[in-house]
């Protein structure tokens, strides 16, 4: 049975709308963008909350090309750890949401690709450039489309503000002129040390995880990308509830807890932010109905 349109929600009706033909290639991930994404609509999150964008923290003086090709490597060295779910139709769910949510912003021009990953550690990473990957271990904790857009848009948040960048200056002797060094020398055939280098830098700082900061603004920012995406801004509270709620001792959340601040403190972060929000609104019949033939498929 069709639900009238007025009963759908707004991310329910365009998604209907923009679902296209693109398959999920995952070869894709590491290549180059077909990249359909509009850019028409301009996030401006200072616009809605005060004080949550801190400008000073924005890494601005690289290239979006070498942003682009040090994503690329990023998550090669990512996929070199855990391979995509072998499920075509739900990753292509997955890559259908986050198109969405990047329409939202004023980066929806980048090559995004978002793949959920065979591995049993909760967790989600996104690279420079675009790419965001989610783990199966934390898609089973799940329980609603707009808990899966929450999560992709606080790794959609962390790639806007460049977050990633910024950690790899810490990590670099020489600083961001050094991982810019690292990026344009992909381009012109690096080295193997370069490589080595690279790689090592990467992996350090996916261990290290994020500035505690850059995590609480990724929070703060993606609730309110995927609020404009029209999702239930309260999403990413129920998830880190869920976080919150496990033993901390689990092995699957070593890694999680490792390179992100505790699933509390997040929520006492978020608090302020979701003032700013309506109560939480029920999922659509019909966006349950979907994430539960995809992801529940899965699980
Ligand atoms: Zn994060």
Same mark, same amino acid.
């Given at each position: #049975?069709?639900?009238?349109?007025?009963?759908?929600?707004?991310?329910?009706?365009? *998604? #209907?709308?923009?679902?296209?033909?693109?398959?999920?290639?995952?070869?894709?991930?590491?290549?180059?963008? @077909?990249?359909?994404?509009?850019?028409?609509?301009? +996030?401006?999150?200072?616009?809605?909350?005060?004080?949550?964008? @801190?400008?000073?923290?924005? &890494?601005?003086?690289?290239?979006?090309?070498? =942003? &682009?090709? &040090?994503?690329?490597?990023?998550?090669?060295?990512?996929?070199?750890?855990?391979?995509?779910?072998?499920?075509?139709?739900?990753?292509?769910?997955?890559?259908?949401?986050?198109?969405?949510?990047?329409?939202?912003?004023?980066?929806?021009?980048?090559?995004?690709?978002?793949?959920?990953?065979?591995?049993?550690?909760?967790?989600?990473?996104?690279?420079?450039?675009?790419?965001?990957?989610?783990?199966?271990?934390?898609?089973?904790?799940?329980?609603? =489309?707009?808990?899966?857009?929450?999560?992709?848009?606080?790794?959609?948040?962390?790639?806007?503000?460049?977050?990633?960048?910024?950690?790899?200056?810490?990590?670099?002797?020489?600083?961001?002129?050094?991982?810019?060094?690292?990026?344009?020398?992909?381009?012109?055939?690096?080295?193997?040390?370069?490589?080595?280098? $690279?790689?090592?830098?990467?992996? @350090? #700082?996916? *261990?290290?995880? $994020?500035?505690?900061?850059?995590?609480?603004?990724?929070?703060?920012?993606?609730?309110?990308?995927?609020?404009?995406?029209?999702?239930?801004? +309260?999403? $990413? #509270?129920?998830?880190?509830?869920?976080?919150?709620?496990?033993?901390?001792?689990?092995?699957? $959340?070593?890694?999680?807890?490792?390179?992100?601040?505790?699933?509390?403190?997040?929520?006492?972060? *978020? =608090?302020?932010?979701?003032?700013?929000? @309506? =109560?939480?609104?029920?999922?659509?019949?019909?966006?349950?109905?979907?994430?539960?033939?995809?992801?529940?498929?899965?699980?």
């Amino acid at each position: #049975m069709i639900a009238p349109l007025q009963t759908l929600s707004l991310p329910a009706l365009l *998604l #209907m709308l923009s679902f296209s033909a693109h398959a999920f290639d995952f070869g894709s991930v590491l290549g180059g963008g @077909d990249d359909s994404g509009g850019g028409s609509n301009v +996030f401006d999150i200072g616009e809605m909350i005060s004080g949550v964008k @801190d400008i000073s923290r924005t &890494i601005t003086g690289i290239d979006e090309e070498d =942003e &682009i090709e &040090i994503g690329r490597d990023a998550a090669a060295v990512l996929l070199g750890a855990s391979k995509p779910v072998n499920d075509p139709e739900l990753q292509r769910y997955v890559n259908r949401i986050g198109r969405w949510v990047v329409n939202q912003t004023d980066r929806a021009h980048l090559p995004w690709r978002f793949a959920v990953l065979r591995s049993n550690a909760v967790n989600a990473f996104a690279t420079p450039g675009g790419n965001i990957f989610i783990t199966d271990g934390l898609l089973d904790l799940l329980t609603s =489309e707009a808990e899966l857009a929450a999560v992709i848009s606080h790794e959609v948040a962390h790639v806007i503000q460049k977050h990633h960048i910024k950690a790899m200056s810490s990590l670099n002797t020489s600083g961001l002129s050094g991982v810019i060094k690292l990026a344009s020398a992909t381009r012109e055939g690096r080295s193997n040390q370069m490589t080595t280098q $690279l790689v090592g830098e990467v992996k @350090d #700082m996916y *261990l290290r995880g $994020l500035d505690k900061g850059d995590e609480f603004e990724a929070d703060s920012m993606g609730t309110v990308i995927a609020s404009r995406a029209g999702y239930d801004p +309260f999403a $990413l #509270m129920a998830v880190l509830q869920t976080l919150d709620s496990i033993d901390p001792e689990n092995s699957g $959340l070593a890694l999680l807890y490792k390179t992100h601040p505790p699933a509390s403190d997040r929520l006492d972060k *978020l =608090e302020p932010v979701l003032e700013q929000f @309506d =109560e939480p609104a029920e999922e659509s019949p019909m966006l349950q109905k979907r994430f539960n033939k995809y992801v529940g498929k899965h699980s």
